[in-house]
């Protein structure tokens, strides 16, 4: 089966860093997505894991272990406007498809 | 804005009707995606066109069809609704159809589904 876990729900005080850890477990793997959510919109792509380490992206990194099936979300000086959903996302592959497994998503709250 | 188009934006019906849901993709994607979103779960995979050729589906009911056009706009069908069908409706667009390598998929602003 196909299986992602990440934390329901996490707090952070603004200009802090926050982890957002994400395991799973898939048939296949193509590739690691974090997307970002705010109520009601649409997912908005952040960040992409293929091999072993880290990504970095601005105040967003990424890292991945394919061998522990775990990745982690970072996000550092955190601000008011990233509270928001992060949604950890795997690709198993296979066949001729990208289709794309989600986590339930880690609903993120920054305090002042 | 991710260049993915979805309308309508807010759809409100009722038991028993019939929907159609829009996608316009990025220009120049071929694959388009269809997700479902509900309260009490996650985003779920329904089904996934490249190039006007089903290519793979997930749990997607036997009350809901979709097409892809040749002008790649895809139409995700929805009938018979019940309740439990209320929900966001996205659908996502990426270049490629599926390969040893991965893309990105771009999400549309999603479709808000009400069934009364």
């Known amino acids: 089966g196909q299986n992602i876990d990440q934390p329901t729900e996490m707090t952070a005080t603004e200009g802090a860093i926050v982890q957002i850890n994400c395991t799973y477990q898939t048939s296949g793997f193509n590739g690691l997505f974090w997307y970002q959510q705010h109520a009601g919109e649409a997912p908005t792509f952040l960040s992409y894991?293929?091999?072993?380490g880290l990504e970095e992206k601005g105040r967003f990194s990424s890292f991945l272990s394919r061998s522990k099936g775990y990745s982690y979300l970072l996000l550092k000086e955190l601000q008011m406007k990233d509270s928001a959903s992060y949604l950890c996302?795997?690709?198993?592959?296979?066949?001729?498809?990208?289709?794309?497994?989600f986590g339930t998503g880690t609903l993120l709250a920054v305090q002042p | 804005d991710s260049g993915v188009t979805q309308t309508p934006k807010h759809l409100i019906t009722a038991t028993g009707q019939r929907v159609t849901l829009r996608c316009s993709p990025r220009s120049g994607d071929l694959s388009v995606y269809w997700y479902q979103q509900s309260l009490d779960q996650g985003l779920q995979f329904l089904i996934h066109y490249y190039n006007g050729e089903e290519r793979a589906k997930g749990n997607i009911l036997e009350r809901f069809s979709a097409q892809q056009f040749p002008d790649l706009h895809s139409e995700l069908n929805l009938s018979s609704l019940e309740l439990g069908d209320s929900a966001l409706y996205f659908c996502a667009s990426s270049l490629l159809q599926g390969t040893a390598v991965t893309d990105t998929q771009y999400f549309g602003p999603g479709t808000r589904l009400t069934v009364l």
């Open positions: 894991n293929v091999l072993d």
């Open positions: 996302a795997v690709s198993p592959g296979g066949g001729a498809t990208n289709k794309l497994i």
